[in-house]
């Protein structure tokens, strides 16, 4: 087995085992959906809120949307937020907004636990 498929078991667990609502900081009840593996909230004024797996050891990064889409007469980056476990590095990602695919190129500290994560991933 692969580092980046234990990886990847290792987040299924978590994501299994994990809490399927909690409040934030900002005192707004956050749920667990299934789908997305992350959490979502709305505030008072229909505000999205998002916030990623609280209690795993697999790093997840929050990256945004580099997909261009046209608004009037120019081009612009989608720039939804996406949480991405590090297994999922050089990987086509969906955009949770947008749904168009990107691929993900993080760039992480060498001085990061992570940087080390990253560098054993396809060894």
């Known amino acids: 087995m692969t580092l ?14 994990t809490s ?31 916030s990623s797996l609280q209690h795993t050891t697999v790093p997840i990064f929050s990256v945004t949307c580099p997909v261009l889409q046209r608004k009037g007469n120019i081009e612009v980056q989608c720039g939804a937020i996406n949480f991405i476990p590090i297994f999922k590095n050089d990987k086509g990602i969906q955009c949770r907004k947008c749904n168009k695919e990107f691929t993900v190129q993080l760039t992480i500290p060498k001085s990061s636990q992570a940087y080390k994560i990253l560098n054993k991933l396809d060894v």
Do not use: A, P, V
Not at 6 to 17: A, H, V, Y
Not at 29 to 49: A, V
């Open 4 to 17: 980046r498929e234990e990886l990847k078991e290792k987040f299924e667990k978590d994501c299994k085992k």
């Open 20 to 50: 399927k609502k909690f409040w934030n900081l900002k005192d707004q009840q956050m749920f667990w959906n299934e789908d997305e593996k992350l959490y979502i909230g709305l505030d008072s004024s229909k505000q999205e809120w998002i």
